[in-house]
């Protein structure tokens, strides 16, 4: 499985943008997709995770602000950031948990990383 995400930049406190991240590959394997962040000079955190089934879960900080959705698909993966804070600036990547069950050597689980994308938000 391979990640491309797309949509950062920057934009205003206040403001909101769209990054999306679609899977090429094995896409059958993934079963969650996620978002992180770093921000410069801390570790990556995580931001949203949204499950095969749709179900959602947020970190504290941007709960109610960002929306993480999956398409119809299934293999691309959008984060909605609106009421965008100065404290949201980082670098954005985009992750998939995958299993493949068909493995030679039994079940494989692994988690693929996209390129990452930077957003600004400037106060």
């Known amino acids: 499985v391979q990640l491309l995400a797309s949509g950062g930049g920057g934009v205003q406190a206040g403001g909101s943008l769209r990054l999306a991240c679609a899977a090429s590959g094995s896409i059958s394997t993934i079963n969650t997709m996620s978002w992180y962040r770093q921000a410069s000079g801390k570790q990556r955190e995580l931001v949203a995770v949204v499950a095969r089934d749709g179900s959602t879960n947020y970190a504290d900080p941007v709960k109610g602000r960002f929306t993480i959705s999956r398409g119809n698909a299934k293999n691309t993966v959008y984060l909605q950031m609106n009421s965008l804070e100065p404290e949201d600036t980082a670098v954005y990547y985009c992750?998939?948990?995958?299993?493949?069950?068909?493995?030679?050597?039994?079940?494989?689980?692994?988690?693929?990383w996209g390129q990452g994308t930077l957003v600004t938000v400037s106060s």
């Open positions: 992750s998939a948990d995958t299993i493949d069950l068909q493995a030679p050597a039994g079940p494989e689980v692994a988690r693929v």
